[in-house]
């Protein structure tokens, strides 16, 4: 449990978030049931190039996260990006740092189940953060990343929870890139790096998903890879389904912990 556990602490939503480099917008969704003496799972939703915190907290619902959560055990955070074309960069690694010491000492937070989400840019700023916040975040789950066109820290190589989603025909994060962001995570997660030689099954062209749990890495740090025909989205359907299949998927993999 965090700092936070037994304080009484309430938030606009949004709120301005004052940090050591100027002003950010951050939405935040605190389950009403919220109880100060009981941790909490605490889930960011990091927008993309174009996007904004008001759409990933009030369009898409943290990516389809929130009404899953039906326990109500779960606060929902979504951070403005820097307001450049490309809304993360180096700086924003010292923001999510702020951030997350100031939510952990104002709300009573789980810190063994804390993870980051994201679509386009910002799964690639998710994606980023699973190389060097493995202390601090138990896994990240990641719609149409890339491991290029981003700032990116160093590699650390320590193990984490990691899920992606890939659509094969992304011409924006293309599944290439997507393979490559995937394999730096099997490489850390296994013995020797032996996971990254696993075939993943793959869904089959123009039919259903198919989600892959790999089996060569190590159990307390699994890696999900699931895939489907598809472009540059993160809500990707089942052929003759209304509903995306991808937060449930993604919800199963963070309950896990």
């Not at 917008?25 to 915190?53: A, E, H, T, W």
């Not at 190389?131 to 984490?160: C, M, S, Y």
């Not at 198919?210 to 159990?219: A, E, G, H, T």
């Amino acid at each position: 449990p965090s700092k936070g556990c037994g304080k009484k602490t309430s938030y606009q939503r949004p709120f301005t978030f004052q940090w050591s480099q100027g002003r950010r917008k951050v939405y935040i969704d605190v389950p009403q049931n919220y109880d100060q003496n009981k941790p909490s799972r605490l889930v960011f939703g990091m927008m993309c190039m174009g996007g904004s915190s008001d759409n990933v907290a009030n369009g898409e619902n943290y990516y389809g996260l929130r009404p899953l959560d039906t326990a109500k055990t779960t606060i929902f955070v979504a951070p403005e990006g820097n307001g450049q074309m490309l809304p993360w960069g180096q700086a924003d690694y010292k923001l999510f740092d702020e951030l997350l010491d100031k939510l952990k000492n104002e709300l009573c937070i789980d810190e063994s189940r804390v993870f980051s989400t994201g679509f386009s840019y910002g799964s690639m700023f998710s994606n980023g953060l699973s190389w060097n916040h493995q202390k601090v975040l138990r896994g990240v789950a990641v719609f149409e990343t890339a491991d290029v066109n981003i700032w990116l820290p160093q590699n650390t190589g320590d193990p984490i929870a990691w899920m992606g989603v890939h659509a094969f025909e992304d011409g924006t994060c293309t599944y290439q890139m997507g393979c490559s962001a995937r394999n730096r995570i099997l490489k850390n997660n296994s013995e020797g790096g032996k996971a990254v030689n696993e075939k993943a099954e793959e869904a089959q062209r123009n039919g259903p998903h198919k989600c892959y749990d790999y089996k060569n890495v190590d159990p307390r740090f699994p890696v999900r890879w699931c895939t489907q025909s598809g472009g540059h989205m993160w809500d990707h359907r089942d052929p003759g389904q209304q509903r995306s299949w991808v937060p449930q998927a993604t919800w199963d993999f963070i309950t896990k912990f």
